[in-house]
């Protein structure tokens, strides 16, 4: 009993630490908008999309000019640089298969961008990002665990999760072609052969009978 009220507490103070976070985060954004305002007043080119620490240099030094922006490479361009599909390994947290593009969410100004039916690509989901969860496909998430706020929130909504993959908004690209296996917890990058996929139906089909037939928790007869 001592055990499970030391893990109730340790669980609030978790989901305390993410909402502390999220509300710093969402004041760090604030601020990094209004110092692109500044900039776009000040006839900086390209400010609107200039990154955190060129917003903070520009602003302190007047001299400094911002070098172009990269180019962001379309989904079709970001694919062809798989030849073949590869895989990432987490801990499995929500059951289930999900398949749709990435969309890698770095910070609050992200969350605007979120499609239906695209995969949710995190370090963690926080109370702040909770809304757009029942609108995704799947969802990775690089911090780990069972029991921590997306995984929870995924298996509500019946979405295959993954948790705990290493580096997973550096490896994945929005845009990616994304297939999560919530039973393995395997994360598949890149385009899948037919051949692949009627093989993983099969599977998600009998693995999908055998959970009804015998629920988590319970023994079959």
Same mark, same amino acid.
């Given at each position: 009993?001592?055990?499970?009220?030391?893990?109730?507490?340790?669980?609030?103070?978790?989901?305390?630490?993410?909402?502390?976070?999220?509300? &710093?985060?969402?004041?760090?954004?604030?601020?990094?908008?209004?110092?692109?305002?500044?900039?776009?007043?000040?006839?900086?080119?390209?400010?609107?999309?200039? +990154?955190?620490?060129?917003? &903070?240099?520009?602003?302190?030094?007047?001299?400094?000019?911002?070098?172009?922006?990269?180019?962001?490479?379309?989904?079709?361009?970001?694919?062809?640089?798989?030849?073949?599909?590869?895989?990432?390994?987490?801990?499995?947290?929500?059951?289930?298969?999900?398949? +749709?593009?990435?969309?890698?969410?770095?910070?609050?100004?992200?969350?605007?961008?979120?499609? /239906?039916?695209?995969?949710?690509?995190?370090?963690?989901? =926080?109370?702040?990002?909770?809304?757009?969860?029942?609108?995704?496909?799947?969802?990775?998430?690089?911090?780990?665990?069972?029991?921590?706020?997306?995984?929870?929130?995924?298996?509500?909504?019946?979405?295959?999760?993954?948790? +705990?993959?290493?580096?997973?908004?550096?490896?994945?690209?929005?845009? #990616?072609?994304?297939?999560?296996?919530?039973?393995?917890?395997?994360?598949?990058?890149?385009? /899948? =052969?037919?051949?692949?996929?009627?093989?993983?139906? #099969?599977?998600?089909?009998?693995?999908?009978?055998?959970?009804?037939?015998?629920?988590?928790?319970?023994?079959?007869?």
């Amino acid at each position: 009993e001592g055990l499970l009220d030391l893990a109730r507490a340790s669980y609030r103070l978790r989901d305390d630490d993410n909402i502390v976070l999220g509300r &710093i985060e969402e004041q760090f954004f604030r601020a990094l908008q209004e110092g692109r305002r500044r900039l776009q007043e000040r006839h900086v080119q390209g400010a609107a999309d200039l +990154g955190d620490s060129e917003v &903070i240099r520009s602003l302190v030094d007047r001299s400094y000019k911002p070098g172009p922006k990269k180019h962001e490479k379309t989904p079709s361009e970001q694919q062809n640089r798989y030849m073949k599909a590869r895989q990432l390994l987490g801990q499995p947290a929500g059951p289930g298969i999900g398949r +749709g593009r990435a969309r890698v969410i770095e910070s609050a100004g992200d969350l605007a961008l979120f499609k /239906k039916g695209e995969v949710l690509v995190c370090d963690a989901v =926080d109370p702040n990002m909770t809304f757009v969860v029942p609108l995704a496909a799947g969802v990775i998430e690089r911090r780990g665990g069972m029991l921590i706020h997306g995984a929870i929130i995924a298996r509500e909504y019946g979405i295959a999760c993954v948790t +705990g993959v290493p580096d997973a908004a550096t490896l994945i690209h929005t845009g #990616d072609e994304l297939t999560v296996d919530g039973y393995l917890g395997i994360v598949t990058v890149g385009r /899948k =052969d037919s051949a692949s996929l009627c093989k993983e139906r #099969d599977y998600e089909n009998h693995t999908s009978d055998c959970t009804a037939k015998n629920p988590p928790g319970q023994e079959g007869g």
